[in-house]
């Protein structure tokens, strides 16, 4: 037997129960994995609430770090006793063990730690992706960061500033404004009850060529006000709620504005673009250009209260979970 938390209703923390599961076999393609660590994510309270719809009971989490302990048929990718990490669907990382696809799971460089890989590898993967692809920042260029000092934040913060790029911050308390600044942003602005006007002076009036909004629908409309013509709203989580229906001729009247709403799963649903996305973040971690803070931690099985912190903004950068 394993341990795991698993959710048989959606509702608040309190449905996130610790239990006996049996320890699960490896099949053809998949390696199973002893977790060190388990990465805390936003995606995962969308999970549990049932805003994201997943067949109950489950075992939710998408990221984890740990060490390879037997493989199925066909794997090559891995072998047993290889340190690895991964941050992919399906859900299933609130565990002690799992099974997992072995083409989902990377190996991990010497000089990454499990705790520090369970904390990076689906917010660095995400940094990654919106600012190398979804919009490939250019040196010069003043971008606007939301939730400037949560986990994917702060990366996106270090990471823009080491492509070249001047970051305005979005935070919701002085002390967080501080974090903020402390990695990478050149301005941050606590509240966004007057965002657009406080950019425009920021910027001299030219106001941003994107905007990376994880925040949603409180949000949504004041970033889009942010953008330059031609600018892009990437609208990539949903912390106060789901955006809902958008009058796409806003985007016309706002300056021939895009929209995209991405995904990491889209962006890393080739194991070529995993590799490469892990590979970059390796690079930039290991020779410090990203700092990877993991500011709090909990008992895997206190997972309840870790969904509890993180909801009520109690947290800065990235969390883990220990089993």
Not at 14 to 32: F, K, N, Q, S
Not at 192 to 197: F, K, Q, V
Not at 285 to 292: E, L, N, P, S, T
């Amino acid at each position: 037997m394993t341990k795991a938390i698993r959710i048989h209703a959606h509702g608040g923390p309190e449905v996130l129960h610790w239990e006996d599961v049996p320890t699960p076999e490896p099949g053809p393609g998949e390696a199973l994995v002893h977790h060190a660590a388990v990465g805390l994510n936003y995606i995962d309270v969308y999970f549990r609430t049932g805003l994201y719809k997943t067949a109950l009971p489950a075992t939710i989490g998408m990221e984890a770090s740990g060490t390879v302990t037997a493989v199925g048929d066909g794997v090559t990718e891995v072998a047993v006793g290889d340190r690895v990490a991964y941050a992919s669907a399906p859900i299933g990382a609130y565990a002690t063990d799992r099974v997992i696809a072995a083409d989902r799971l990377v190996r991990l460089p010497d000089g990454i730690d499990f705790n520090t890989a369970a904390a990076m590898m689906l917010q660095g993967m995400t940094a990654q992706y919106l600012l190398r692809r979804t919009y490939k920042v250019q040196p010069g260029e003043t971008i606007l960061v939301h939730a400037a000092a949560g986990g994917v934040g702060l990366i996106l913060c270090q990471w823009a500033r080491h492509l070249g790029a001047t970051v305005i911050g979005v935070v919701s308390t002085p002390q967080k404004a501080e974090l903020a600044r402390a990695h990478g942003a050149a301005h941050v602005i606590v509240g966004h009850a007057d965002l657009p006007a406080e950019v425009k002076r920021i910027t001299g009036g030219a106001m941003v060529p994107v905007v990376y909004d994880s925040v949603g629908k409180d949000t949504f409309m004041a970033s889009l006000d942010c953008l330059a013509p031609l600018g892009m709203m990437v609208s990539y989580g949903n912390a106060s709620g789901p955006v809902g229906a958008v009058d796409v001729g806003l985007l016309g009247a706002k300056g021939s504005l895009f929209l995209t709403r991405p995904s990491l799963a889209t962006y890393l649903a080739k194991h070529s673009d995993l590799n490469w996305a892990a590979t970059d973040l390796f690079d930039v971690v290991q020779k410090g250009v990203v700092r990877i803070r993991v500011n709090q931690t909990f008992p895997l099985s206190a997972a309840a209260d870790a969904h509890r912190a993180l909801e009520a903004r109690q947290t800065t950068g990235s969390t883990v979970l220990l089993p």
